[in-house]
């Protein structure tokens, strides 16, 4: 079935660890994207790749960062987790249309805490 | 600066009652406007784009560039509507999905 995953869901982890977020989709989708959410706030972009080996920032600098090694596969890398990441962060993907149509298939979220 | 503006947080109505939602942005270009709904326990998704002038599930939302504005109506709420609702704009021209959001609106339909 054609979807979007994300592991893991929920993450309490010590300050200082490297953690990844997977986020995997299954829909041939071209581009791909990282969201964050604080709780009440906005949604922020934080990173954007229109393709396999092509990534950018968005607009929210973060200290993540970002591969795109195969198409179907985006994971999202912090190096030494720290209190001020914790959040909710958003994986979703959208197709050649969906860059028109501003249509974005998102997963269910992986929501980080760092003590 | 684009920004995009939903100045409440929580809005609550009775079953049958109409609803408004309010939007306003700020961009100097031509505008795309989305509005995106996340259901409980549900993943956020698309509800309505402006280009469209579509109505899904009974709502509507109508850009007026006058006011800057891009709010989303339904005349006689369900309680299947209760969900956060997210007004998006989209960045720049061209094939891109990037999108700004607002900060959601709880919209909460009573029986």
């Known amino acids: 079935e054609a979807d979007i995953y994300q592991t893991p869901r929920y993450l309490v982890i010590g300050t200082g660890k490297k953690i990844t977020l997977e986020c995997s989709q299954t829909m041939g989708h071209d581009k791909m994207y990282w969201y964050q959410q604080d709780p009440g706030m906005e949604l922020h972009l934080i990173h954007y790749s229109y393709g396999v080996n092509s990534t950018e920032k968005g607009d929210l600098s973060s200290e993540s960062t970002v591969s795109r090694i195969r198409t179907e596969h985006f994971p999202l890398t912090l190096e030494s987790a720290r209190p001020s990441h914790t959040s909710q962060y958003l994986c979703?993907?959208?197709?050649?249309?969906?860059?028109?149509?501003?249509?974005?298939?998102f997963g269910e979220g992986s929501r980080l805490t760092v003590l | 600066a684009q920004r995009v503006t939903q100045p409440e947080k929580l809005l609550s109505v009775f079953k049958g009652a109409p609803v408004e939602l309010k939007c306003n942005y700020s961009y100097s270009g031509s505008p795309e406007l989305f509005w995106y709904v996340q259901y409980s326990r549900q993943r956020l998704q698309l509800l309505l784009r402006h280009i469209s002038r579509e109505s899904i599930k009974g709502f509507t939302a109508d850009l007026n560039k006058g006011e800057t504005s891009f709010h989303l109506k339904k005349p006689f709420a369900q309680e299947e509507d209760s969900a956060m609702y997210y007004c998006a704009l989209r960045r720049g021209s061209g094939n891109t999905g990037k999108l700004i959001f607002g900060q959601g609106t709880t919209l909460q339909v009573k029986p």
């Open positions: 979703a993907s959208s197709d050649l249309a969906g860059g028109y149509t501003g249509e974005l298939f």
